[in-house]
């Protein structure tokens, strides 16, 4: 007899839209203080480098805790908006605020001043956390096809990129628009500005995916923390993608965290910083297409070689930015723009695979617990980008700063910024080349042809 061809059911472009619009979310939270408060904590609050870099990385560890937890409660979640969509609407009624009273401008300085954006980034982490592990954890859901799970979250990156551009653009502008070098005023315009673009797209995305499938919607899986994570240490490919992604979004992070000191110091602008972050999240916004197509003709593993390939390529080449100037620099980093585009493109997409086939094998809805712990320990670990650039700096004798009491800094400091923006994060992109070899997960065979037919 002939098989009959089953024909996948399609995500509505309804949704895919609202659920786009949730990365705005995910891009800003990352982008904003992983560009600048790094930068606001040693030239406006005058934090030495080191201590800043334990600020940034030190909420982030909490993730490891909050974030798996989160997911397991969204796994088991019952309720008439389904198991994820409650969290999304936690995460957008918490995470502006938040968010705003990280960039608020304690009246304080140093170790004091430390303390309370220590504190305040703590709190978002947790609120972020709400929202983005729910929210990363739908689209292994949505569909059971390999290559539309890439196409939809096509749609995200798109959005990403937007959302990028706001942050790596607007927010710098607004944050040094009073004076050179901005202001603790200026810098409150930005998060208040930043927050309500937060509320915006989380709401957004809470009423976009309304309509959003649960294909299969297996049973939530009820096992203990210890069962649960037993069977996910025998998941190779979830464990292989975590390594490699995190390996990534160390590079990432070190770049982000480097980028207002390298338009400063080595560019000579600390306005530079918008249109490096332009030639950044430009590729994003053209190259996703591309990227959906590379991914089909050489499959996701291939395509992400490629782009990391592409990334540790223009990484390396600003290295000579001292020698051939402003233009060179926004060349590489644009060409590391459409490296990174892929890589953020191939991790969801490789995630959402994860997702699907450990819910096929074992019949349980666990997206949430691999999703938080994905999350957390990507996050956890692209963070430390902050510290050891901040390492790096101090290691060059940084000196921290006052608006109203600017330094000079010595040459070992501008060699460390560079240094740090661009030598160490090609290194940390060209290892997880060698990691995606390691992940072996790929599309499902098609079915042999009956014989008989």
Not at 271 to 296: C, D, Y
Request: glycine share 8%; proline share 7%; with cysteine.
């Amino acid at each position: 007899m002939i098989t009959p061809v089953v024909s996948t059911p399609t995500v509505p472009r309804s949704v895919r839209l609202g659920y786009g619009v949730g990365s705005f979310c995910t891009a800003t939270v990352n982008a904003v203080p992983g560009l600048l408060l790094l930068y606001y904590m040693t030239n406006f609050l005058a934090v030495p480098a080191w201590l800043a870099g334990v600020v940034v990385t030190a909420p982030k560890v909490w993730d490891l805790a909050i974030n798996p937890l989160v997911g397991r409660w969204s796994d088991r979640t019952v309720s008439r908006w389904g198991p994820r969509r409650p969290w999304l609407l936690a995460g957008a009624c918490t995470l502006p605020v938040a968010f705003f009273l990280v960039f608020a401008g304690p009246p304080v300085t140093g170790v004091a001043a430390a303390g309370y954006v220590g504190v305040c980034y703590l709190a978002t982490a947790t609120a972020y956390a709400l929202f983005e592990v729910p929210y990363k954890a739908m689209p292994g859901e949505m569909t059971h096809d390999y290559h539309e799970r890439t196409s939809l979250l096509q749609w995200r990156m798109v959005f990403i990129g937007v959302a990028t551009a706001i942050s790596g653009i607007l927010a710098p502008a607004i944050a040094t628009g009073e004076g050179e070098n901005g202001t603790l005023s200026s810098y409150r315009t930005m998060a208040v500005t930043i927050a309500i673009v937060l509320f915006a797209a989380m709401i957004g995305a809470f009423f976009g995916t309304a309509r959003a499938p649960m294909t299969g919607a297996p049973e939530a899986d009820r096992g203990t923390w210890r069962e649960q994570f037993a069977a996910i240490k025998g998941n190779s490919a979830f464990l292989w993608l975590t390594v490699l992604a995190c390996t990534q979004m160390l590079a990432v992070s070190m770049m982000l965290a480097a980028a207002p000191y390298f338009a400063t110091y080595t560019l000579g602008s600390p306005k530079a910083t918008q249109t490096l972050f332009a030639a950044l999240v430009g590729p994003i916004l053209l190259t996703m297409p591309l990227w959906v197509r590379l991914a089909k003709r050489f499959d996701k593993r291939g395509a992400m070689i490629l782009a990391a390939v592409l990334y540790a390529g223009g990484a390396a080449a600003a290295i000579a930015t001292p020698l051939f100037g402003a233009v060179w620099a926004h060349v590489t980093i644009t060409l590391v723009g459409v490296g990174f585009s892929g890589l953020q493109l191939l991790q969801f997409s490789m995630l959402a695979d994860v997702i699907a086939t450990d819910a096929a094998k074992t019949g349980k809805r666990r997206a949430g617990v691999l999703t938080g712990l994905w999350t957390a320990i990507e996050s956890a670990v692209s963070s430390s980008g902050a510290l050891i650039f901040g390492v790096i700096l101090s290691i060059g004798g940084f000196i921290e700063s006052e608006p109203s009491r600017p330094v000079q800094q010595p040459d070992s400091a501008v060699t460390a910024v560079l240094i740090g923006t661009t030598a160490v994060p090609t290194l940390i992109i060209l290892a997880s080349v060698l990691m995606t070899l390691k992940y072996r997960l790929t599309p499902p065979a098609a079915p042999a042809p009956d014989a008989s037919a």
